[in-house]
């Protein structure tokens, strides 16, 4: 199985700050990375996908960078609505598995 | 509109079986990859089952030999047949599905809200 890491768990930033996750696959995943956000309560949204290509709908603040091994994901001004836990996940084998998670918080 | 609407969650004593239901509108499900993803309660996310378009089905270690994916076309409904189960199957459990164009459909951009299945004695 692919082992994603994540990191940090959690993060506590001010609203207007830039915030940035990583994750590591133990294998080369071909790009096929997915970055997710969820709320509270809430099923999981995708924000990214193909480790860069932003999801229809979704604003221009986020975004998701790497190759390979080694991605990460941007909010370029965090905002109050973006509370949240991010996972990264891997699609590029079966199973499909995801990072433990960053906790997002606000300052 | 598209929606995809789970059920069939509960309390289930240890060893017990229940099925959970997936209705999907808006679209046809046998010309989709369909999966289930579940949630412990307080922790991460991870993966169930897959069955894809053509019929082939894929499990998780942790479920394989308990869990059965499986779709009926007239109902438009997918569906998880889970036996034996485990505390630690305690989870909320969704489906997901792909809308993505020219794209790996094994990536899923389209989620139910879910539901919670807690096994206890």
């Known amino acids: 199985d692919i082992q994603m890491t994540q990191s940090p768990s959690s993060l506590s930033a001010s609203v207007g700050d830039r915030v940035t996750i990583t994750c590591q696959a133990n294998?080369?995943?071909?790009?096929?990375l997915n970055w997710f956000q969820q709320k509270p309560g809430k099923a999981p949204k995708l924000l990214i996908y193909?480790?860069?290509i932003l999801e229809t709908g979704v604003p221009s603040r986020f975004s998701g960078s790497g190759s390979g091994t080694d991605f990460t994901f941007t909010i370029s001004s965090l905002q109050p609505e973006d509370l949240a836990t991010y996972y990264c996940?891997?699609?590029?084998?079966?199973?499909?598995?995801f990072g433990g998670g960053t906790k997002v918080e606000i300052k | 509109e598209v929606h995809l609407v789970e059920s069939g969650g509960g309390l289930i004593q240890p060893g017990g079986s229940l099925r959970l239901s997936c209705v999907a509108s808006?679209?046809?499900?046998?010309?989709?990859?369909m999966n289930w993803v579940r949630q412990p309660p307080g922790k991460g996310l991870e993966w169930v089952s897959f069955?894809?378009?053509?019929?082939?089905?894929y499990y998780a270690e942790s479920v394989k030999g308990r869990f059965t994916i499986s779709r009926d076309k007239s109902k438009n409904t997918l569906y998880l047949q889970m036996n034996r189960l485990r505390a630690e199957d305690t989870a909320v459990y969704y489906c997901?599905?792909?809308?993505?164009?020219?794209?790996?459909?094994?990536?899923?951009?389209?989620w139910g809200q879910g539901t919670l299945v807690a096994v206890s004695s």
């Open positions: 997901a599905t792909s809308f993505h164009l020219n794209h790996s459909p094994l990536s899923s951009n389209f």
């Open positions: 808006g679209f046809n499900i046998s010309d989709k990859y």
């Open positions: 069955i894809y378009a053509g019929g082939t089905t």
């Open positions: 294998q080369d995943i071909n790009d096929y």
């Open positions: 193909g480790a860069s």
């Open positions: 996940q891997q699609y590029d084998n079966l199973p499909l598995t």
